[in-house]
């Protein structure tokens, strides 16, 4: 079946400008995940969304980074007033239940200039 | 503070030269502790889940075992197409993962 999939899979902002990336989960999967990939580093967990109940979002770096999730559909994370330190690889993953294996998609490569 | 390190940094490797992969750790509460194979410019891959001391899983070339402090990942007569990123994690609570930096791996043949 589809796995995860994620657009764009590139994004060019210049500082200052506000994106948004869009990540589609497994059907069924209830909960979903978002990870920042910078070079050379692990992945760091931003936020997490399980069903109904509110998201977990003690990963997220500042108050200009916020995501939200449509029942148990597709997410967006949305960064605000960007900088060059935001630029990374924004990956998502979903999962059939909470602690059940996470399943990634591509991800989406931004850069800041 | 829960930590994953990974090593080494790169490994290199000629066809057929089997080698191991370590991921050490410092968690209170391993939940899972999960490879996964990435490759340039795709998304992390699911290869394993090992859950207590002394399990281990196979998966073609690949096998991979867990102590109470590390993990390790056996390749074994590794070839080219074994070329890509591995990464550790381990589960911290629920459903976190502290992930490593990873080890890249280059096979030539």
């Known amino acids: 079946g589809a796995g995860v999939s994620q657009s764009p899979s590139n994004k060019v902002t210049e500082k200052g400008k506000d994106v948004e990336l869009r990540c589609d989960p497994i059907?069924?999967?209830?909960?979903l995940y978002w990870y920042r990939q910078r070079l050379g580093q692990g992945l760091e967990f931003l936020i997490y969304?399980?069903?109904?109940?509110?998201?977990?979002k003690s990963g997220l770096p500042s108050d200009r980074f916020s995501a939200e999730r449509t029942g148990e559909s597709v997410s967006t994370l949305t960064i605000q007033r960007t900088q060059q330190e935001d630029s990374a690889v924004y990956l998502c993953a979903s999962s059939l239940a909470q602690g059940a294996t996470q399943y990634f998609g591509p991800g989406t490569r931004l850069t800041v200039l | 503070e829960d930590q994953v390190t990974q090593s080494p940094e790169a490994l290199r490797l000629q066809e057929g030269e089997s080698s191991s992969l370590n991921c050490s750790y410092t968690v209170s509460g391993l939940r899972g502790l999960f490879w996964y194979r990435q490759d340039p410019g795709k998304g992390p891959e699911f290869l394993f889940t090992?859950?207590?001391a002394g399990e281990e899983k196979e998966k073609e070339r690949l096998k991979a075992t867990l102590t109470k402090k590390e993990s390790f990942l056996h390749i074994t007569a590794p070839k080219p197409e074994d070329s890509a990123t591995y990464l550790c994690a381990v589960q911290v609570g629920d459903y976190k993962l502290s992930f490593g930096a990873g080890t890249t791996v280059t096979v030539r043949a």
């Open positions: 090992l859950y207590s």
């Open positions: 059907s069924g999967h209830t909960a």
């Open positions: 969304f399980q069903g109904n109940s509110a998201p977990d």
